[in-house]
């Protein structure tokens, strides 16, 4: 008896701790050591943007470059200057060959709209030659061109195009400057690398926090509050919508609504990335399950996620090219699907590409989904999704991209086979598939699992930079 009522109080009080462990992670303001992020990473640095200046002249033989805010990230890309509106020319040869036109610093537009660096600063921190009015620019425009003949501009850049056009005569040709600014983006530099160092550290303490914190009952929208203001505690924000999707949410790629309650027994699915100070984001996606325990269902599901993962990593290196990790991953997935039954035929293409719906990796950097070429047609009805011979450029060092592979068994997808596929199967094919696939799916059915790194190309390898993020089941629900 007495063993007994000390047993229970003990197990009365783990719990009392346990809850009170809850309680101090989720108290506002007193958020533990271990989830603040201690690098020193600044907003710009001159010299590596003088450098980036440099190299992009050096391989196009411009007389001028124009560019505007109208052709983020790009301009950024060049200037490292954060203002919504500001004009960048640059021309080689002139003595003062880099200029920038920005808003001026009035006091009635700082009251209004907030600081500005206006013309001085523009000189003095990013480190222009001169520095005018915006105003000024289209009255400035003609001299500017003067003697120019090889003009680069942006594509994204109506405005100035339309005011450049005009002052242009004889053999003058105006080339883009986007391509050459794509490919130079594909390759991080050194101070890129450390921005999205601090992007991806960020989203990964945020990981590790929500483990600590999510629990059934809860919204969406709050899980998305608790991941962001680990992001806002560290200085950051938010670099593309969070998702953040439950149960049968888990199984919509792009879910921004974040608007479901979260119950016992459901998968959570969060793609998320912090932006850092100089507007590099991360993109980092983790699915766990709500109440602490997979069940044997979502565990089966997840555990051929992970291994599509792992093995996909060791093909994201030079040597290898662009979507060599990605067929990979989908050769395990589907041999996976096929053990489980759920693709009775596995040279149908269909029949892949109904579970297989996206490639794994695409770059990271200004954006989300950032510039740059892949070596493929990514447009082309997702074709290289599904065709090995399609393998995209050869992966080099300085590249950053993820590694994602998922498995998504979206509530009533069997029945929309026909709106999907009925251009490529028969009625009778595509019946035969349904009925021998549905008694098997309706198991998996509202689980959907996406397990997303950040993979920095080395000159002899990789890092996986988000490795920090719980991932395993058991590190995920020892965690938990
Ligand atoms: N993480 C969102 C996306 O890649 O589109």
Not at 194 to 209: C, M
Request: charged share 25%; with cysteine.
């Amino acid at each position: 008896m007495i063993t007994r009522l000390i047993v229970m109080l003990v197990v009365i009080g783990a719990i009392f701790t346990i809850h009170n462990m809850r309680q101090t992670v989720l108290a506002p303001g007193d958020l533990p050591e271990k989830f603040i992020h201690d690098h020193q990473v600044d907003v710009f640095d001159l010299p590596t943007f003088e450098e980036r200046r440099e190299r992009v002249l050096a391989e196009v033989e411009a007389d001028i470059i124009i560019m505007s805010t109208a052709a983020n990230p790009d301009f950024r890309y060049v200037t490292g200057f954060p203002e919504r509106q500001g004009i960048v020319v640059i021309m080689p040869g002139k003595e003062e060959s880099y200029q920038l036109f920005v808003t001026p610093r009035e006091i009635y537009t700082v009251m209004w709209t907030g600081e500005v660096y206006g013309m001085e600063r523009a000189v003095e921190k990013f480190g222009a030659d001169a520095a005018h009015a915006l105003d000024d620019f289209e009255e400035m425009l003609p001299g500017l061109l003067e003697e120019r003949s090889r003009i680069y501009i942006h594509n994204q850049d109506d405005r100035i195009r339309k005011m450049v056009e005009p002052l242009i005569a004889g053999n003058t040709e105006i080339h883009d400057i986007a391509p050459i600014l794509h490919e130079h983006r594909v390759f991080k530099d050194d101070w890129e690398i450390v921005q999205l160092r601090q992007a991806v550290d960020v989203t990964v303490k945020a990981h590790q926090y929500i483990l600590e914190a999510v629990r059934p009952g809860m919204k969406e929208y709050e899980v998305q509050a608790e991941i962001e203001y680990i992001f806002r505690r560290n200085g950051l924000g938010p670099g593309f919508p969070s998702i953040v999707g439950s149960g049968p949410n888990s199984c919509l790629l792009h879910h921004t609504r974040n608007d479901r309650v979260l119950k016992d027994g459901d998968v959570l699915l969060m793609d998320v990335g912090a932006s850092s100070l100089g507007g590099y984001t991360a993109d980092v996606t983790r699915t766990i399950p709500v109440n602490g325990t997979f069940t044997p269902e979502q565990r089966k599901i997840y555990e051929l996620v992970l291994n599509a993962s792992e093995q996909a990593t060791n093909k994201m290196k030079p040597g290898y090219r662009m979507l060599d990790g990605h067929h990979l991953a989908t050769d395990i997935m589907v041999e996976g699907l096929y053990e489980m039954g759920l693709i009775p035929d596995t040279t149908s293409w269909w029949q892949k590409r109904f579970y297989i719906q996206h490639r794994i990796n695409h770059y990271i950097g200004l954006q989300v989904h950032d510039a740059g070429e892949y070596g493929f047609d990514t447009d082309a009805r997702n074709e290289h999704i599904l065709t090995p011979e399609i393998r995209g450029r050869e992966i080099k060092p300085g590249m950053v991209m993820t590694n994602e592979p998922g498995l998504y068994f979206m509530v009533g997808l069997l029945d929309g086979i026909h709106e999907m596929f009925g251009h490529l199967a028969s009625e009778e094919e595509l019946n035969a598939f349904v009925e021998k696939v549905r008694p098997i799916y309706e198991q998996y059915e509202g689980i959907g699992v996406r397990l997303e790194d950040n993979i920095l190309v080395t000159e002899d390898g990789n890092i996986n930079l988000s490795a920090g993020a719980p991932k395993t089941i058991k590190e995920i629900e020892a965690a938990m």
